[in-house]
């Protein structure tokens, strides 16, 4: 079989497999999550419904609706994150937590995960490549066009600039890696929130091109922080 993908840093080895949020606005909370995760070189499994919970907390609502990447971030400097196995994700849940609801020893143990710091970075190519060679995965939210849903196996995963415009929401994904295909389309690994079952085993290639017409910013979690 032909190679059709040459990856120059792959990180998707040191994350745990792709969750799925359901119908719910929690992209956010899963992106950051999976960086959390990855920030403490830990496979332990952290939980998206207490971040979720805590970042609505921030934002002031109580509600499914999506939350910002800075205030998911915001969440786990003032309270840390619990891990899935004390509280876990309910896909089907109606709405977040109040905090109120939330049980001390849970409280207590997410205390033990706060992050001193996290940082927004230039949403340029060469920037997130650096960082990803030192290892460091990016978080990114970008405008969900028609050929998002087209990262299947017939199209090798890829998600590409389309031919014309047509917004169907933001969505916020990890970056994990870049390579670029044997025709020299360059383009970044993501770790999406859908399940395995999508994509390439919940990945897909997101070309540079998509990246920099559609993306919202980019964030990362610095060593230390």
């Known amino acids: 079989m032909t190679k059709k993908y040459n990856f120059k840093i792959d990180l998707r080895g040191n994350f745990t497999e792709v969750r799925d949020q359901g119908s719910r606005g929690t992209c956010t909370a899963f992106a950051v999550t999976g960086c959390h995760e990855q920030h403490r070189d ?8 207490f971040l979720f919970s805590c970042a609505k907390h921030v934002h002031g609502s109580n509600d499914n609706s999506g939350v910002s990447i800075p205030s998911a971030f915001q969440s786990i400097k003032t309270w840390g994150q619990t891990t899935n196995t004390l509280l876990p994700y309910d896909a089907y849940a109606q709405k977040p937590m109040k905090l109120s609801s939330i049980e001390p020893i849970i409280l207590k143990d997410a205390s033990n995960r706060k992050i001193c710091n996290y940082d927004s970075i230039r949403p340029d190519v060469s920037e997130i490549e650096l960082h ?13 066009q028609p050929t998002f849903w087209m990262a299947n196996e017939a199209n090798d995963y890829l998600i590409d600039v389309p031919q014309a ?4 929401g933001l969505h916020a994904v990890l970056i994990v890696g870049y390579g670029e295909k044997n025709d020299g389309k360059k383009f970044f690994i993501i770790r999406n929130s859908w399940g395995s079952s999508w ?18 910013g980019a964030w990362f ?4 922080a």
């Open 199 to 216: 994509g390439d085993d919940g990945y897909a290639y997101l070309s540079y091109e998509y990246f920099m017409k559609y993306n919202l």
């Open 221 to 224: 979690l610095p060593k230390g």
């Open 165 to 168: 415009d047509s917004m169907e």
């Open 42 to 49: 830990s496979l332990e499994k952290l939980s998206e419904e």
């Open 132 to 144: 990803l060679g030192k290892e460091r995965a990016v978080i990114t939210g970008v405008s969900v």
